[in-house]
């Protein structure tokens, strides 16, 4: 009997300290169903898996190089054009390509859009979740939260009153000291502002809509209604532990946060939970679209095997059942559909609503070195708001900063 082809997959920990047990059960499933392959999974923290593949560009020598590779989609382009991904154009024609969440091709394809690199696997379409009974007790209903003003001002009411004694208003997103060029899109495109102009340069990120969007953002950062608490204390869980009344998120936890069985489990959080849409911005409602994309790497020595694994990965039903488990949305319509089929009524409408009105962040060859740049301008920024010196002109310095370098490393690849 031929030894079973061995393939090496990277992940993220996408379900926590949970994601080998929730991988396990999808690769066993894979195993059964096509004997002659065998995955060994790999777990890379987020903060890590940059590095790792970038290594891979660079062909660094891996023992163990991987053969299919999560990325996250703002990465695509980046990691093509360093040559870390391979290309499967060719594939497309062996799946439903229609069945994919339109907008999030965006994120598989290089600039010109004649050669794809990656698959989508889940999304991130930002919506705004608040605890019902924290609005009930301002005073507030979730109308009240529907445009920005209305959002900074019930997180101000929360701020003065009593309840400001024992929750939050809104928590930072994520685990790292820096805001991501995620968190900011949806301000700025609010604002209406935006990133690159029309000749390719990140000009319009300089604007001043773009710049009124941003500080919007840092000034409830200011004023303490996104309070700064330490690097110990960021974590994507907040609302649903109980801390804040308010969150930005991408997620619907239903086997998790909202799962009683679950070992953080908060039944106040659960039974007063309340989803909407992103607040409207002077410039309209809009909101962030990301996610996840599965790649083979450059490095596999089995790209059809690896295929194999990545069309199962992305099926209708694996989506299903792996979302179940992360809490995050499939990139099928189909999936999305199951899924939200079995939702209440109002988080299935907010979700729907949301995906109508998000959009996706440019087709960038560097986006994900830009990402990085903008990170490092926001913890700037950040650390000026911990030293009392926030303010316009300085936010303005570092969104120029950030500006120019990008448009630099974007100008190698004219």
């Known amino acids: 009997m031929a030894s079973p082809i061995k393939l090496n997959l990277w992940v993220m920990p996408n379900a926590g300290f949970d994601t080998q047990r929730v991988m396990q059960k999808e690769l066993a499933i894979f195993r059964k169903e096509n004997p002659g392959y065998d995955v060994k999974l790999t777990v890379h923290p987020w903060h890590f898996a940059w590095d790792r593949l970038i290594a891979v560009a660079k062909h660094k020598d891996y023992r163990d190089p991987p053969d299919v590779v999560q990325i996250g989609g703002t990465w695509n382009t980046t990691l093509a054009a360093l040559g870390a991904l391979a290309d499967i154009t060719d594939n497309l024609d062996d799946i439903e390509r229609t069945d994919i969440v339109r907008p999030v091709w965006n994120y598989c394809y290089e600039p010109t859009r004649t050669k794809a690199y990656s698959l989508p696997w889940f999304l991130d379409a ?9 609005l009930s007790q301002l005073g507030l209903t979730p109308e009240d939260l529907g445009t920005w003003k209305g959002f900074r001002e019930a997180c101000e009411r929360l701020q003065n009153s009593k309840l400001g ?27 209406g502002g935006n990133f690159l102009s029309s000749d390719r340069h990140f000009a319009q990120f300089q604007e001043a809509s773009s710049l009124k969007g941003i500080d919007f953002y840092f000034r409830m950062m200011v004023d303490h209604l ?6 110990d204390r960021f974590s994507t869980g907040d609302f649903f532990s109980g801390q804040f009344a308010f969150q930005v998120s991408g997620v619907w936890p239903i086997n998790s946060f909202l799962n009683p069985k679950y070992a953080y489990y908060q039944p106040d959080v659960a039974k007063h939970y309340g989803i909407s849409v992103f607040p409207s911005g002077p410039a309209g409602q809009v909101t962030y679209l990301g996610g996840s994309n599965l790649a083979i790497a450059s490095a596999s020595q089995h790209p059809h095997a690896a295929w194999k694994l990545i069309k199962f990965l992305t ?10 488990q992360i809490g995050m949305l499939p990139s099928r319509y189909t999936a999305l559909e199951e899924l939200l089929s079995s939702a209440p009524a109002r988080v299935a409408e907010v979700f729907r609503h949301s995906l109508r009105v998000a959009r996706t962040l440019p087709c960038a060859e560097t986006l994900g070195t830009i990402e ?5 301008s926001t913890q700037n920024l950040m650390a000026a708001v911990r030293e009392n010196r926030y303010d316009e002109s300085l936010m303005s310095h570092e969104v120029s900063v950030a500006a120019k370098e990008a448009d630099y490393i974007l100008s190698l690849y004219e």
């Open 126 to 134: 930002r919506v705004l979740y608040y605890r019902q009974d924290i």
């Open 165 to 191: 004694k024992k929750y939050f208003a809104l928590p930072l997103p994520g685990q790292k000291e820096g805001i991501l060029i995620h968190d900011l899109a949806p301000w700025i495109w609010g604002a």
């Open 226 to 231: 996104i309070p700064l608490l330490g690097r």
């Open 315 to 324: 099926s209708v039903e694996s989506q299903v059942r792996h979302s179940r």
């Open 372 to 376: 990085r740049i903008i990170g490092r």
